[in-house]
């Protein structure tokens, strides 16, 4: 079974930065597209950003274009999320995903919250 671990949501100010972590288990990671979404508190689901396998390219939606940058690492099976100048609309729950051939799988998710 897959499974997606997160890991590095926290407390910041606005203007700071965090870092978040994916571990995934249970696929053939380099194959699948990864990336992140997050739910602020009465909102849906949002998607951030994410990174495709066949060539590394990397997508963010505009209210992160500039500020976040996502990375993966194939042989550590882990994505990551750097998150620079957070505001507090930055806050929520962060999710990461992988997704393949229109399977989708989804971690636990992560709390950031960004203190104005």
């Known amino acids: 079974d897959v499974r997606l671990v997160e890991s590095g949501g926290g407390l910041a100010q606005a203007g700071g930065s965090l870092t978040l972590s994916c571990v995934v288990s249970g696929i053939t990671f380099h194959d699948y597209a990864v990336g992140w979404f997050r739910q602020a508190p009465g909102k849906e689901h949002e998607g951030v950003s994410c990174?495709?396998?066949?060539?590394?390219?990397?997508h963010y939606a505009d209210s992160v274009k500039g500020r976040f940058t996502i990375t993966r690492d194939n042989a550590k099976k882990t994505v990551y999320l750097d998150m620079n100048r957070l505001k507090p609309e930055d806050t929520g729950v962060y999710y990461c995903?992988?997704?393949?051939?229109?399977?989708?799988?989804w971690g636990q998710g992560t709390q950031v919250t960004v203190a104005s």
């Open positions: 990174i495709v396998n066949e060539d590394g390219s990397t």
């Open positions: 995903i992988t997704s393949r051939l229109g399977v989708t799988s």
